[in-house]
């Protein structure tokens, strides 16, 4: 049970690593032509910039290829080569029907799994080598084609669409608990794979045009390894050379946005740091919220400053975060150094 | 022993790269020959040669996502393991190899 959940998840993690790019590339491509266009109240015109059309064409071609990525080399995991058709056609269709990245994720796996039961359907050795250059490819594509057109693409479009609308007008008080929520996530195994799910949610928002949620990530993501970098600087005397040196690693992979520069910390001392790190990352994250910060790129950390919106609330959110989690660690560092000594004091 | 192993995490960027220094850490305490291919978000690099992995007795898959090149390992003992197992416990990986 454990191992074929670990696989489903190895599945939807081969897409997601493969669309990543699409979504750097399309978001930041998009964000940039929007911001240099004149604003109107019927959103932002570019009757009179062929350049930035232009780029703008470039980023949206980007994103609509991000889905039969992300279906395609799902499928291709579970399936191997033959997947890959039937992934990219399902993906491919779910953006037309506005099924958005969920009917992508969704034709990825069924296109795998179908193509592996076909794989092992048996046949003559004569009929053989026609199975993967004909059979399987007209099989799974016709199948994958009308399911997603007439079967699984239509509704998922209604739940999407009421998903979007959901998000964006959703209240205050809702928007902030989702944001601690994702924020605690990121830190909680700093690019793991609860991370990971955090992070591809924030990301394929984007894709929906939705910012905002990759802006709570993008600050949660960076704030870890900036904290325990903090903590070791602002008291010296509780660290080891080694540990400092680590320190200065681990601020430098923050301002890149590398969650995983806190980890050398939270695996020496987990009770300690992780606890604190996430308190930090959701901190950060609502505040971000809040402030209605948007990231048009799938990444975090100040790195991306350039295609936030609401900059000053970003840098705010990630200070904020960054100190509350490096006082955090070393009030318990400081507290547990003054339990041993006391210890040694009656022993 | 002579050992193959590949370390792929969905990003590409750090844990990648952080797990296939502890494996290649880890195995010289062990007194293993050991070669590490990334597949990180720059593709494969350090690509382990046919002759690599003919020589190896062993390979060892810490990944995440699916790995390339599969069939590159047809007859060669394969064990897989989460990425993180390398990050946390990589002497558990190569104890249970000696077993």
Not at chain 1, 59 to 77: D, E
């Amino acid at each position: 049970m454990l191992e074929s959940l670990q696989k489903f998840r190895q599945h939807l993690l081969t897409g997601v690593s493969y669309a990543i790019p699409f979504i750097a590339c399309g978001g930041i491509l998009i964000a940039f032509a929007i911001a240099f266009a004149p604003m109107t109240t019927t959103g932002p015109d570019f009757s009179n910039s062929p350049r930035l059309k232009l780029i703008l064409d470039i980023g949206s071609a980007s994103f609509a290829l991000m889905f039969p990525v992300l279906a395609g080399y799902i499928s291709y995991s579970i399936a191997g080569k033959p997947g890959l058709l039937p992934g990219f056609l399902g993906g491919y269709l779910s953006g037309q029907v506005k099924a958005g990245f969920l009917g992508a994720i969704l034709a990825g796996l069924v296109a795998g799994y179908v193509v592996e039961a076909l794989k092992k359907v048996p046949v003559s050795k004569y009929l053989r080598p026609i199975m993967p250059i004909l059979v399987i490819p007209i099989l799974s594509g016709a199948l994958i084609g009308a399911l997603m057109i007439k079967v699984l693409g239509p509704p998922i479009a209604v739940f999407m669409n009421h998903a979007n609308h959901a998000l964006t007008v959703m209240s205050t008080g809702n928007d902030v608990i989702l944001a601690l929520v994702l924020g605690a996530m990121i830190a909680s195994d700093m690019g793991g794979p609860i991370n990971k799910t955090a992070f591809f949610f924030g990301a394929a928002m984007i894709g929906e045009g939705n910012y905002q949620i990759m802006g709570a990530c993008a600050a949660a993501i960076c704030t870890p390894p900036l904290g325990v970098g903090l903590a070791t600087l602002i008291r010296k005397a509780l660290w080891s050379e080694e540990e400092r040196e680590a320190g200065l690693a681990a601020i430098a992979m923050g301002l890149i946005g590398i969650t995983e520069g806190a980890i050398p910390f939270a695996a020496a001392d987990p009770i300690r740091v992780i606890p604190s790190i996430v308190a930090g990352s959701a901190v950060a994250a609502a505040i971000a919220m809040v402030g209605r910060v948007g990231d048009h790129a799938p990444h975090g950390g100040p790195v991306v400053l350039p295609v936030v919106d609401h900059r000053i609330v970003y840098v705010v959110a990630i200070l904020i975060g960054t100190l509350l989690t490096a006082t955090l660690i070393v009030l318990l560092r400081l507290r547990t150094n003054g339990m041993k000594a006391r210890n040694e004091e009656t022993a | 022993m002579k050992i193959v192993a590949i370390t792929a995490c969905p990003t590409g960027i750090a844990h990648t790269y952080m797990a296939a220094a502890r494996l290649e850490k880890v195995a010289k305490n062990f007194g293993h020959e050991i070669k590490v291919e990334t597949q990180g978000a720059m593709g494969i690099e350090n690509k382990l040669t046919e002759a690599d992995i003919r020589q190896a007795q062993i390979a060892i898959f810490a990944v995440d996502i699916e790995v390339e090149g599969r069939d590159r390992f047809n007859g060669v003992k394969v064990i897989q393991v989460p990425l993180q197992e390398a990050l946390k416990n990589p002497e558990n990986i190569f104890s249970k190899i000696q077993r």
